[in-house]
């Protein structure tokens, strides 16, 4: 007589949450993008960081802070209508997104881009183009992950600690100390990263759906539409000629709507690297076509989340090899 003594799914659930971190790579590559991204959107925005965020603003700090107090959010900007204040923060904002992005103590600076993001966000709801309420979003569940413990400044001196470190140099107490919180770091860990696939799964499914009720997206002339709005012609010529193309409009239409909608089930086949790809060219699209690079380059890092570590460890070979190449070419020559 035999026993069958696998353990029961919910031990063996904790323990896939609690034993390993999945997608460590894959959550660096969020931290570093998110960190980029928000770099060079406070950058490009930099002679116009008065118009939008500081005291001066058309949208004032007395009006961000009656709708905060209607939604209960919070924003450093409003706690003071000086202009020093405004440049403290802004100062502060870029800071905080080149070491986030640098992961140089992470776990802090995750907490506090986070605070910078939603602040910034607060005061100018009304202003940004739709990208910042996803950055916001993926700041806050960022801040749940381990997200610095791949290519970043804390991996770094992680490894220069290890070597300096001898294993019995911690008492009994300590060891056991260290692994319940390793274990409690991991599910975290694992939680957000689970939420910020669930969010991007939810954010693509429900905009597809959202596009099957319209009318223009069913007879494929959405498109057509939206290139000529006068707020997304960054480059009318540009527009113009993508719209004499109308067969190609249609196609894009009828395809962007089928790949939303079926973008949550091909995550579970081989198709999701080609709706992936689909969704890489329709963000980018989107970027130069109607002139939201910080909506489309925050959709394209959210993407990220889906790509296993052993292919971004070999993409981050192919880019090491290359920059090598490069530079012994560059010696030789």
């Known amino acids: 007589m035999t026993t069958d003594r696998r353990p029961d799914p919910v031990t063996r659930a904790l323990a896939f949450l609690t034993e390993r971190a999945v997608s460590l790579h894959a959550a660096a590559v969020l931290r570093m993008g998110y960190g980029l991204l928000y770099l060079a959107f406070l950058l490009r925005e930099f002679t116009h960081r008065e118009e939008i965020w500081g005291p001066g603003s058309p949208w004032t700090p007395d009006l961000a802070r009656e709708l905060l107090g ?10 003071s209508d000086s202009g020093t204040w405004f440049e403290a923060c802004y100062a502060l904002a870029v800071l905080t997104s080149a070491l986030f992005a640098l992961g140089w103590h992470t776990r802090a600076v995750s907490v506090l881009f986070a605070v910078v993001v ?25 801040t749940l992950t381990a997200c610095g413990r791949h290519w970043s400044l804390d991996a770094r001196r992680a490894r220069l600690r290890r070597g300096a470190t001898h294993p019995g140099a911690l008492s009994e107490w300590r060891q ?19 939420v910020i696939a669930a969010q991007v799964c939810l954010l693509y499914g429900s905009a597809g759906l959202y596009k099957v009720q319209g009318g223009l997206w069913r007879d494929g ?41 079926a973008f949550p089930f091909a995550l579970f086949s081989r198709l999701k690297y080609v709706t992936l790809a689909l969704l890489l060219s329709m963000h980018l699209g989107i970027a130069i076509l109607l002139g939201l690079p910080v909506f489309s380059g925050a959709m394209i890092i959210a993407d990220a ?12 070979g192919a880019l090491l090899e290359d920059g090598r190449r490069r530079r012994t070419v560059g010696l030789v020559g």
Not at 119 to 128: L, P, Q, T
């Open 176 to 194: 056991q100390a260290a692994l319940v919180r390793s274990r409690l770091a991991t599910l975290v860990h694992n939680c957000g990263m689970f």
């Open 70 to 79: 209607q939604t209960g959010e919070f924003s450093l900007l409003t706690l």
């Open 118 to 142: 939603t602040s910034f966000d607060g005061r100018a709801v009304f202003m940004m183009d739709g990208g910042d309420n996803l950055i916001v979003l993926m700041a806050l569940y960022l």
């Open 305 to 316: 989340v889906f790509l296993p570590d052993r292919l971004l460890l070999r993409l981050a």
């Open 221 to 261: 002339t959405a498109l057509h539409y939206v290139l000529h709005l006068d707020l997304f012609r960054p480059w009318p010529e540009l527009s113009q000629l993508a719209d004499d193309h109308s067969l190609i409009l249609a196609v894009s239409a009828y395809l962007t709507v089928l790949v939303q909608v």
